[in-house]
């Protein structure tokens, strides 16, 4: 099965039933073509996200034309074959991709405009864990969310994925970090990656404890994937001028807060989501991680962080893993 003569048939994990996780249906397909401007990638791992939870249960907003079938919105691996019009991969490099779907399996398609060959000292494997969230944090917080050096930055979920890699991006970068998470072992994995504060949000008040440890003045910029009661309380725990972006409904997509704070405090309420975008607005981002983010993994100053590597046929014991919200870093599957 060398490079560049990719086999007949593939195992993939297909969602097309939709339901729970155990709905989810291991099965044989061709291996696909690629279009012009597509490239093959013999996978090596595909990342779990929360929004293939999401979308495996009928619940994600996804974009118009979406087939709820074979979910995976990144992997890592070798380029396969490549369609017409591609000149910056050929068989054999080894990449990591974003992609609409098609990630739960052994080949899976990507446009080229979309991928990033894995960076020098990353394992092939965990570079599955890296597309999704480096997108998602740099286009948030730090295009949408314009995080500088020396501003106090607060992440949700400090020891999800997303929270992982916002910690140590805004770290680098000169911010002073404050994650919340919800033991005390994943709020001391969010020092150990660069956080200056760790708040366990099980038996502390966030907004409090950012209150106090910052003089009462709050943070002036918060990353949020809740929702729900929590817009009002990131409210409240942000600095005057002070920005809120979401990225998640997880508490749902309703709340009642006070507007007056909004407008004497000139506070900035956004959100955005990584899915919907154009390829060419993907593809703007992609070019930033080439150029800002990716010699910091070559350098040391940043890593992939791997809680577990499962096989692809365990697709519905990793979604139960991600359910029970136990892991730090990111879930793999390996075909």
């Known amino acids: 099965m060398a490079e560049g003569n990719p086999a007949t048939m593939m195992t993939v994990v297909s969602a097309r ?5 155990e709905s989810m249906i291991v099965e044989q397909r061709p291996v ?14 595909a990342g779990i996200n929360r929004g293939d939870l999401l979308q495996r249960a ?15 919105l990144e992997v890592s691996g070798t380029i396969a074959a490549v369609g017409a019009g591609v000149t910056r991969f050929a068989p054999g490099d080894r990449v990591c991709a974003l992609m609409k779907d098609g990630g739960y399996a052994q080949y899976a398609l990507a446009d080229e405009s979309l991928v990033l060959r894995v960076p ?10 890296l597309p999704e969230t480096y997108f998602t944090v740099w286009a948030n917080v730090f295009d949408r969310g314009g995080l500088m050096p020396g501003q106090r930055f607060l992440v949700h979920g400090g020891s999800s994925g997303i929270g992982v890699t916002a910690i140590q991006l805004a770290a680098h970068f000169g911010a002073e970090v404050f994650a919340t998470a919800g033991s005390a072992e994943k ?9 200056r504060h760790a708040i366990n949000y099980r038996d502390t008040d966030f907004v409090r404890a950012v209150r106090d440890m910052t003089a009462g003045a709050g943070v002036d910029l918060i990353l949020d994937m809740v929702a729900g009661s929590y817009l009002r309380r990131n409210l409240e725990a942000l600095a005057i001028e002070g920005t809120v972006i979401m990225i998640g409904l997880l508490e749902g997509v309703e709340t009642d807060f006070n507007i007056v704070p909004l407008l004497t ?5 956004t959100g955005s989501t990584l899915w919907a975008r154009s390829p060419a607005q993907k593809a703007a981002i992609r070019e930033a991680l080439e150029q800002k983010v990716w010699p910091l993994f070559e350098a040391g100053a940043v890593r992939p962080v791997v809680d577990q590597v499962l096989p692809l046929d365990q697709a519905a014991a990793a979604h139960r893993l991600m359910d029970q919200n136990r892991h730090i870093g990111k879930i793999l599957l390996r075909p």
Do not use: M
Request: charged share 15%; hydrophobic share 50%; glycine share 10%.
């Open 17 to 21: 039933v939709g339901g729970a996780a």
């Open 32 to 45: 696909p073509r690629p279009a012009p401007d597509q490239v093959l990638i013999r996978v090596a791992a």
């Open 58 to 72: 009928r619940t994600y907003p996804a974009p118009a034309g979406t087939a709820f079938d074979v979910l995976g």
């Open 120 to 129: 020098r000292g990353v394992d092939l494997v965990d570079a599955a864990a």
């Open 187 to 195: 709020c001391a994995a969010c020092q150990a990656l660069g956080a």
């Open 265 to 269: 405090r000139r506070l900035t309420i």
